[in-house]
């Protein structure tokens, strides 16, 4: 199939979600964007920068994100997409600046009181706005409202029209209650007309981010606080119920134009009713209720070159796996569960960029972090006219898949089909009982990554195979099946079920089929890429079920890496292989006096990609909720359409 | 919790080359970048990691050995 034909496939998929918002004046945005001809374009919704905790300026982020080619010799990672989410709360440094330890020329720490009055970029800050300095001086911190409209938004706008690509000002939200989320409210961003801003979005974090400490916010020509009505209930139950306040304050003002996707889930461990930790799956059951157009999913951990990913032995399931937590990656576990309510819950991924740890940002080492597109992308339906909204409409559709170190590139084709019928991830596919359902999958293989390594993969140098670790192979492909068996309701005992490592919510999960070599097809192409399809057949019964894919590069029963089934293992078991070829890099850990593996070499060895969900559901059986959930925005659509 | 000026006089004894001490330096640069952007609970696991890196010391140079950032101005 030709990629035109694919681009063809994916459009007509998602249809359902498409065109969902206001029309827009980018105009800085080329109708035909990114020349990419592809069905899926790349990009990254959670990254940080000294406005918050990360350690590079927000335009020199965006330049790496965005750019193509070199920069003076250093790469850039020319995604199509980026949403900036860095904290809510406050900082006290100006990120118009590089942090000294970036080691970037002519950046040294510079924090909002050493410029003040100063225009930089286009934009002056007079003052620190908010009730009072936090911290208190000589080092006060602007308030994360301020800086997200009157400090990253322009920056995003301004980056936005110089490259031509879609730039979104975003938010990580710190929840009430829990632990971080993914969010943006774009309405106002891209007007029509006239200049936009990120006021809701700043409105939103005002409110429901519990590092913002601030009382007061903007005020008016009478100095009369503008958003009024802030709580401050923030730990524990009454934390998680202002969450969910926040998610329906979404679903209310922003029902196709904002998301909320909780954020490395599993890092906080469990919830507690007293403190704000992690959390349950009772907690994502709240919140895609109260918002069934914006809370739709959960992101992977990111800090993909951190020693366990950032996961401590306190996180659920003590670990990461594969490099997405437990919830992800267990089959049967979180994610099924969800699925096998028939809810519309997805999986994403992003970088959560911070800082390269040891090393500046202008290395290809890293001990912590990965820029936006050099490891991690999360892939969303591309569109003849792509916009702001295409992201959200293309997250919110569940038509997307995550891949890391770029195992596949964007594309990507994973249908079901049955009577000349066919859908995609994220839609429904009606059969009847008996129907032969063809499962049809078709991906690229790059030649080569990003990795700065090209010595051979010391994970599955374990098992005999020689593979230079910047040059990975697809080892093999996993569709994963669950029954569909209703949605379960806040007064049923289940609905709040701890989670354990050995926790099955969906029993019926499983691996129905593995592609590998041997039952597919494989042809390079001439530019050094790989292109493999796969084909099946199910056969419909009277239950609804899905089907999801993930792949990696990992054979099964690779000792300490995965098991028999192929499943990832804990990646802290990692830290007993030995990295002992003469190329391993000095920054990894000497444990009883043989080099481990660890850090980037860890995260370029073990590679993964997820993609979403396919329903497929008995003609005649009531719709699935994420059917009812599809026909809720398609409606919203013609209801807000009217209204403008 | 010890405070981060304590840890980091800790980390300051050690050898100025000392691998393990830029590890240890670089978790309480990014604590104190956390404490200042509200998130005490990072900034506490950066400490202790500190602390841990200090007292293990698992990074260092073997003879002959150098740092490379894999890119231009590494640096080492």
């Known amino acids: 199939m030709s990629s035109r034909l694919l681009l063809l496939v994916t459009g007509v998929a998602s249809v359902p979600f498409g065109l969902a918002g206001p029309a827009a004046a980018q105009d800085w945005v080329p109708a035909k964007p990114f020349a990419r001809n592809s069905p899926y374009v790349a990009g990254d919704m959670h990254n940080h920068t000294t406005c918050t905790d990360g350690t590079v300026a927000t335009s020199y982020l965006l330049n ?109 939200l710190i929840v009430p209650g829990h632990e971080h989320s993914d969010t943006a409210v774009i309405n106002g961003q891209f007007p029509v007309a006239g200049v936009g801003n990120a006021d809701r979005m700043s409105e939103f974090e005002f409110r429901f981010d519990r590092a913002d400490t601030d009382t007061l916010g903007p005020v008016d020509a009478s100095n009369n606080p503008v958003w009024t009505g802030k709580s401050f209930d923030n730990n524990g139950t009454a934390g998680h119920a202002k969450a969910v306040q926040g998610v329906t304050w979404l679903q209310a003002n922003a029902p196709l134009t904002s998301y909320y996707v909780p954020t490395h889930t599993e890092r906080a461990g469990p919830f507690s009713p007293t403190a704000s930790a992690g959390y349950n799956i009772e907690h994502f059951r709240d919140f895609n209720n109260a918002g069934p157009t914006v809370a739709f999913g959960i992101e992977s951990p990111g800090h993909f070159a951190e020693s366990n990913h950032s996961y401590s032995a306190t996180s659920s399931g003590g670990a990461t796996y594969g490099g997405n937590g437990l919830y992800t990656a267990k089959i049967g576990g979180l994610w099924d569960g969800m699925l096998g309510e028939g809810r519309n819950f997805f999986i994403f991924i992003s970088s959560d960029w911070h800082q390269r740890g040891i090393f500046g940002a202008r290395d290809r080492a890293s001990t912590a972090d990965f820029f936006p597109g050099e490891y991690t992308r999360l892939h969303v339906p591309n569109q003849s006219a792509f916009r702001a909204q295409s992201v959200l409409d293309g997250m919110r559709s569940g038509n997307s898949f995550s891949v890391n170190g770029q195992l596949i590139n964007q594309n990507f084709t994973f249908t079901a089909s049955a009577n000349g019928v066919t859908r995609t991830m994220g839609q429904t596919l009606e059969v009847k009982p008996g129907d032969t359902v063809t499962i049809e999958m078709r991906m690229v293989v790059p030649a080569s990554n990003n990795s700065p390594y090209s010595f051979s993969n010391p994970l599955l140098r374990q098992v005999g195979v020689f593979q230079p670790i910047d ?143 396919i329903f497929i559901r008995p003609a005649g059986q009531p719709k699935l909720l994420i059917e009812t959930n599809a026909d809720l925005a398609a409606s919203l659509v013609k209801t807000l359409s009217a209204a403008n | 919790m010890a405070s981060v000026a304590a840890v980091r006089a800790r980390a300051g004894a050690m050898p100025h080359g000392d691998l393990s001490r830029r590890f240890a330096e670089n978790d309480l640069d990014a604590a104190l970048a956390e404490m200042a952007a509200g998130d005490v609970d990072e900034c506490h696991e950066l400490v202790a990691r500190a602390i841990r890196t200090i007292r293990v010391r698992p990074y260092r140079l073997r003879p002959g050995e150098v740092l490379d950032g894999y890119g231009p101005n590494s640096p080492d």
């Open chain 1, 64 to 172: 790496r994100a965005l750019g193509t080619g070199t920069t003076n010799g250093i790469s850039n990672f020319d995604l199509d997409w980026f949403t900036h989410g860095n904290h809510g709360g406050s900082g006290n440094r100006d990120c118009r600046f590089s942090d000294t330890s970036a080691n970037l020329p002519g950046n040294t720490t510079t924090y909002w009181t050493d410029t003040l009055g100063q225009t930089i970029q286009d934009i002056t800050i007079t003052a620190l706005k908010g009730d009072v300095p936090n911290p208190p001086p000589p080092r006060a911190a602007m308030y994360r409202w301020q800086s997200i409209r009157e400090v990253e938004y322009p920056i995003i706008i301004a980056k936005s029209k110089q490259f031509k690509k879609v730039a979104i000002e975003g938010l990580e």
């Open chain 1, 471 to 613: 040059k990975p192979v697809l080892d093999h492909v996993d569709l994963i099946t669950g029954d569909v068996t209703g949605v379960i309701p806040p007064t049923d005992a289940n609905y709040a079920m701890p989670n354990t490592t050995t926790t099955l919510y969906n029993p019926s999960a499983r691996i129905a089929e593995t592609f590998n070599q041997n039952n597919s097809t494989a042809t390079p192409l001439r530019n050094g890429n790989l292109r493999m399809e796969f084909t099946t057949t199910m056969v419909a019964g009277s239950t609804p079920f899905y089907v999801r894919a993930r792949g990696t590069n990992m054979l099964p029963a690779v000792p300490n890496v995965t098991d028999s089934q192929g499943n990832p293992l804990a990646d802290t078991n990692i830290d007993n292989v030995v990295c002992d070829d003469s190329a391993c890099p000095a920054h990894l850990p000497i444990i009883d006096g043989t080099r481990r593996v660890d850090f980037d070499v860890e995260a370029w060895s073990n590679l993964w990609f997820y993609a979403n969900p």
